[in-house]
């Protein structure tokens, strides 16, 4: 078959099911979820078995370690996948809720009730477990999803694919509920972002690259996913201890993420008395500190940071530093070099508490806490489909209910208009 | 200037200004608003003045009378923007509101609070009340807004946006709060499309060569305002006199706006007793019928519809008839055909009113209402900037809620990720 109708018989199979998916009620969308989750167990070895293809393609490519290890599916992991699934059934779901009813003077009962997107597409790379994930999510809130993972992971999405199309199919649910795109073609993604008559949403998630393609492309509404450039801000009146800790569990406990620290900012009234000991401290945990000038005055054998740096996302050991005039000066790096994700203030002073959580245009903004706690599961969400950084539909963590949108219902005793 | 140059400058000026709107109190754009409403008012000779430059151009070209009258301002139309602009001061703000907040077991208070979505541009057809109107609404909302109208009205918007802008300069506010582009040249609209490091939404209102042009150009985010092609079905079990008088209503009360029918769906256990008469009452009231086949059996003298009817938005007094055999064929017509807009049935069958409610997928489903009160006014959410017709973000009439996002706050003591 030709690519584009191929990927077509896709969207409209996906639209299809969408309208079917809409109408479900929670205990049948859970009986599917736990299928799947179920599968997933039984059928271990064979995925191990086809995740093996994909080690051993990118053992041949060259890839590092660190892409490797994210690739690999072992037991644990599948165990994992499946757990999350079931976590999944357990949410409460969030199609139905009736968000707000109210009556008008002339007796219309006007409410907001919480439907299903329809059909979402997700563009991915790399991690297989996304593909169950994003499935799930998708299900638990009523919609059908079209799966495109990265091609270094094939075998991997489809052998899961796979199983989770046969839990469906058991549960007597239409097979375009969940579908994975097979082909690694990069002209199938241009194909699927121009169905905007059958595909509702558009979620990417990776790198930058993958994101300008995408919007550029896409006809359909796109909810992005885009880099962690986050930073936590020492005031001068900070607990410099709690300050310590905060900025170094959010460089340091798990570098890799989008929610880790990128930049530390430090007051200029207490960079002597704080920077000496924390920048010892990140050094003996591995970490290579780029500073501005005045760090470097700190401490001479710090490396100077180049203005590219302010706006790079390392994900991994190493940490820009800034020493700035005061609160202002903080926000506006904050606001211009950050990738509006997470930042946090360390600070005892409430009237700079207050203008922090004001002023600091992002999807978490902290007071006293690791930027590492923005996460569905760590907010209380459930899982999550991941983080968007754009402002429309959904900001910050995206949990089932962020998976669906709303219609206005009007219950009314033969009015009309005059 | 160059035209690239010029309106990167007007985007530029508009993210400043929306940081400085971002943190405005609600007594401070309440200001502006009023003194914008003032301005109006007291400056009616001069906006008159320059419209009649419209006028005499359309009539040149040879423009409808309609769309000549949708874009004269007199003095009562102009009184109804001030008095629009005061309203939308009275309004509650809302910005700063928390949606929820929650604490969760390692002591961290999670909230949702409501902020401004940044820079909104807005792209629109023929009438100039949309200047005043988005302008208003936006800054309500704490965002700064570039307008950009069409180029049939280019001197009354000119004129409307100059006593705009005079007024924003008397109460303080940064220029960039509401601009207008004030070029016709169409490529001005293609370079704002791409300024998504400085725009944030755009909202395009008008026939769907405007929305396609605009989404496929576009990598800022979308919220479409699209037709409605919107649909009333009479169920078998209907009060058929309610019937009668909400499908007139929604017909003939105002039928060049987006919430009125297009196409009446009538079951076919009743189509004998209903449509003679509901028929010979549209006729005298001018509305042509346009039949299915048991239609033109029912009235030999209605013309037959064609597959385009099922999807037009005739704007005006046309209207489709069909007879379908049940709720289900209802449905899946209006699911099909229509523009997920605004749908109504008629019924007194509980478990049928319920149905509908549940498995149309428009903005707006109503059980005994006419579909005209789809509306941001008459749905008590105070002005609206325009209805929505996509599922991301804002579905159905759109008011300075809809005009903000959410971002989460997170109030730690201390709290660092295990």
């Given at each position: 078959m030709e690519l584009r109708e191929e990927v077509l018989k896709i969207a409209k199979q996906a639209k299809e099911a969408a309208q079917k998916l809409a109408n479900l009620s929670s205990t049948a969308k859970n009986e599917a979820l736990l299928r799947m989750a179920e599968n997933l167990e039984a059928r271990k070895d064979e995925i191990q078995e086809k995740n093996r293809r994909d080690i051993i393609f990118a053992e041949?490519?060259?890839?590092?370690?660190?892409?490797?290890?994210?690739?690999t599916l072992n037991e644990k992991r599948i165990t994992q996948?499946?757990?999350?699934?079931?976590?999944i059934a357990k949410l409460e779901d969030p199609v139905g809720r009736i968000e707000s009813m109210w009556r008008r003077p002339n007796g219309l009962l006007i409410g907001r009730i919480r439907v299903p997107l329809g059909v979402i597409g997700i563009i991915y790379e790399s991690r297989p477990n996304v593909t169950v994930d994003a499935a799930g999510l998708c299900l638990k809130a009523g919609n059908a999803v079209i799966l495109?993972?990265?091609s270094e992971a094939i075998n991997s999405n489809i052998a899961l694919s796979d199983v989770l199309s046969e839990a469906i199919e058991e549960v007597g649910l239409p097979p375009g509920c969940a579908q994975l795109i097979k082909t690694t073609d990069r002209k199938a993604v241009e194909e699927m972002l121009k169905l905007d008559e059958y595909i509702d949403v558009i979620i990417p998630r990776g790198g930058e690259s993958l994101i300008q393609m995408v919007t550029k492309n896409s006809t359909i509404p796109v909810i992005k996913h885009y880099k962690g450039v986050c930073h936590v801000?020492?005031?001068?009146?900070?607990?410099?201890?709690?300050?310590?800790?905060?900025?170094?569990?959010?460089?340091?406990?798990?570098?890799?993420?989008?929610?880790?620290?990128?930049?530390?900012?430090?007051?200029?009234?207490?960079?002597?008395?704080?920077?000496?000991?924390?920048?010892?401290?990140?050094?003996?945990a591995g970490v290579e500190i780029r500073g501005d000038e005045i760090t470097c005055r700190i401490d001479p054998n710090v490396k100077k940071a180049?203005?590219?740096?302010?706006s790079t996302e390392?994900?991994?050991?190493?940490?820009?530093?800034?020493?700035?005039?005061?609160?202002?000066?903080?926000?506006?790096?904050?606001?211009r070099y950050g990738s509006h994700h997470s930042d946090a203030i360390v600070t005892k002073s409430y009237s700079r508490s207050r203008k922090f959580l004001q002023e600091v245009d992002?999807?978490?903004?902290?007071?006293?806490?690791s930027t590492r706690f923005t996460d569905g599961g760590e907010f209380g969400l459930g899982a999550e489909i991941g983080i968007s950084t754009q402002k429309l539909h959904a900001r910050?963590?995206?949990?089932a209910g962020e998976l669906t949108t709303t219609k206005f219902i009007v219950l009314g005793e033969g009015q009309v208009r005059q």
């Open positions: 041949k490519k060259g890839l590092s370690r660190a892409l490797i290890d994210r690739l996948m499946s757990d999350s699934l079931k976590e495109r993972g990265g801000y020492v005031d001068e009146e900070a607990d410099l201890k709690m300050a310590e800790e905060i900025a170094f569990n959010a460089k340091v406990q798990r570098p890799g993420v989008c929610n880790a620290m990128e930049t530390l900012l430090v007051n200029e009234k207490i960079a002597d008395k704080f920077l000496p000991k924390m920048i010892q401290r990140f050094k003996d180049t203005e590219e740096d302010w390392y994900l991994g050991l190493i940490l820009s530093v800034k020493v700035v005039s005061g609160i202002d000066e903080a926000i506006a790096h904050i606001n992002s999807a978490a903004v902290y007071v006293n806490a910050g963590p995206m949990g």
